[in-house]
């Protein structure tokens, strides 16, 4: 099946020829004659299949057949949202009368605004920025009839949720609704089933397997040696590479380091602005970077061709950003390699991964370590007791003799330990104003002296010839 034999507008077959698209994959083949019959859909398909064109085909052609129509995109991240209005652009090359608009964090409100009143036609958004325009009222969304949630389990693990439900509630009863995600856990399901009619369930191939066309490969460092693993592999990788941190300070740190080694290199997170963000990100898809460190804002949707090598420099915190980050790599059915520096405390979190994507090679993980503890009498797996492996406890030196209390009349005696109120025979003393004492002061004596005498041979003695106190 080719693109040719899809019913689509002539506008948008131009664009696909220009854009050398001859065969649909999978999820745009299966995807693209629902959309337009108007059904609602949850699919579900690996990263780098082409799911941007499966939902913005269809939507284009929607809107150039019915004017009155209008599509809303939501992406989680600014990166994903800009790349999907550059494939929009390009599928509309031979559209000139079709307005698109992008509201992301990070730019002018103003220019936005400008972009809002030409009416766009298509609206590719972040939800924070655009709870923001609908607060201020500078958008309504009663018109839109077409609704695609782009990466829709990253913004549920992103905190989107509550910022989601507001903003469907904007939109009309009446709407088609997509979502689209690489992995289709439980809490997709229980939104997409308050939100939709009917949705057709699409899952284009093992959604939560690893991509087979990347070489995987596993170094165990130290910290002392990790910085020299990593400058080895990058010099020896004649392609682009892709370093992954779990924070923006290691990501400084990293760049800081290749930068000393010679090499050129870019990075990218949340604590630089969204020019420099975007530039780094061209410049690192034109060539002028070999080297590009990042965050996990480029885990998913950043498509480009040329990386040949991605480096877990940190494990992902989510075994699910696993398969996104190595899916960078070997896209369009390329081959590329994933590269994981492990420390002897990232062993629980690697187990945690290969229990998804690669069971077989857990269980003989499992298994091997099991082994091992048995042999050397050390806990079950990742320092977990059993009921069977609990020592007794050893008894205390003191165990069994009662503690004296304040109260109490001798050390070690069980009786009057504590004072009953009622026994009045045995009340506990309280002491006098006399015995009582304060730190750094005199011994109360009950009363209050008139005068404090001074020292023979003080200086107001020998000065005045009498006390400071002294009366007449």
Request: charged fraction near 30%; aromatic fraction near 6%.
């Amino acid at each position: 099946m080719k693109f040719q034999d899809i019913s689509l507008p002539e506008e948008i077959q131009k664009s696909l020829v220009s854009m050398g698209f001859e065969t649909p994959t999978e999820i745009q083949e299966k995807a693209i004659p629902l959309v337009m019959s108007g059904k609602d859909i949850i699919a579900g398909a690996q990263t780098g299949t082409g799911k941007t064109a499966a939902f913005g085909i269809p939507m284009l052609a929607q809107a150039m057949e019915n004017p009155e129509k209008t599509g809303l995109i939501l992406a989680p991240t600014r990166e994903l949202a800009a790349q999907i209005l550059d494939v929009i652009r390009r599928l509309s090359a031979h559209t000139p009368h079709m307005t698109i608009s992008m509201l992301i964090g990070g730019t002018s409100m103003q220019g936005q605004i400008r972009s809002l009143r030409k009416n766009p036609r298509v609206i590719v958004a972040t939800p924070g920025r655009l709870m923001d325009h609908l607060q201020q009222k500078n958008l309504t969304l009663n018109n839109i009839s077409l609704l695609v949630l782009d990466e829709a389990d990253r913004m549920m693990d992103m905190g989107f949720t509550p910022q989601l439900e507001k903003i469907l509630t904007y939109l009309p009863k009446e709407r088609q609704t997509l979502f689209f995600s690489a992995t289709v856990p439980p809490d997709i399901e229980k939104l997409a089933k308050k939100y939709v009619t009917n949705p057709v369930r699409l899952i284009v191939g093992p959604i939560n397997q690893k991509v087979e066309k990347i070489e995987q490969d596993v170094r165990e460092v130290t910290n002392a040696t990790k910085n020299d693993v990593l400058m080895a592999e990058v010099k020896a990788c004649e392609g682009s590479v892709l370093i992954f941190t779990r924070t923006r300070g290691r990501a400084d740190k990293v760049s800081k380091f290749l930068l000393d080694g010679r090499q050129s290199v870019t990075r990218i997170h949340g604590d630089r602005s969204q020019g420099q963000r975007n530039a780094a990100i061209k410049a690192f898809r034109d060539g002028k970077y070999k080297i590009l460190v990042a965050t996990d804002i480029i885990a998913r949707g950043l498509d480009i061709p040329h990386i040949s090598l991605v480096v877990n420099y940190d494990l992902p915190q989510s075994p699910e950003d696993y398969i996104h980050r190595i899916g960078r790599t070997a896209r369009a059915g390329a081959e590329g390699k994933a590269l994981c520096l492990l420390l002897s405390e990232d062993k629980y979190q690697w187990a945690r991964i290969n229990k998804l994507y690669n069971p077989e090679v857990y269980k003989e993980t499992l298994k091997q370590q099991q082994k091992e503890n048995a042999l050397s009498g050390r806990p079950n797996k990742y320092g977990k007791k059993k009921a069977t492996d609990k020592t007794p406890r050893r008894p205390r030196e003191d165990e069994g003799k009662a503690k004296r209390s304040f109260f109490s009349k001798r050390p070690g005696t069980i009786e009057n330990t504590r004072w009953n109120p009622d026994d009045l025979t045995n009340k506990p003393s309280r002491p006098t104003a006399e015995k009582r004492s304060f730190k750094g002061k005199k011994k109360f004596s009950g009363k209050k002296a008139s005068s404090q005498k001074v020292e023979k041979g003080s200086w107001f003695t020998k000065k005045f010839g009498k006390s400071k106190n002294a009366r007449g």
